[in-house]
């Protein structure tokens, strides 16, 4: 089993929940962040007045999937985040030691169904 981090641009979540849930993904979690990478960041203007956004705001998404569906997840959110723009985000891939249902008990990838 694996789990697939996305950190994506906030306007991309629904476009990658629903081709995602297209796909049979049947779960995901999803988290406002914050950070930087090769974007460093940003300037606004506020009331006249620079200021520096040191971290920007993302969405990160978090799939748990089989070791067969990686491959096919990866895709489908790369090709539905992709805008060509630095600031697209980055896909993690782990390894998942174990992963527990809590309402049942069951183990491994029974608990992911």
Do not use: C, W
């Amino acid at each position: 089993m694996k789990k697939v981090e996305a950190v994506v641009r906030h306007f991309k979540l629904e476009d990658i929940k629903n081709a995602l849930t297209e796909h049979g993904v049947q779960g995901m979690t999803i988290t406002e962040v914050r950070g930087f990478g090769r974007q460093k960041g940003h300037t606004e203007m506020y009331r006249g007045t620079e200021y520096a956004v040191d971290f920007v705001p993302k969405i990160k998404i978090e799939v748990a999937v089989t070791d067969d569906r990686v491959q096919e997840v990866v895709d489908t959110i790369m090709r539905t985040a992709q805008t060509g723009q630095i600031g697209d985000g980055k896909i993690f891939v782990s390894e998942l030691v174990e992963t527990i249902r809590i309402r049942t008990g069951e183990t491994g990838e029974d608990a992911l169904g």
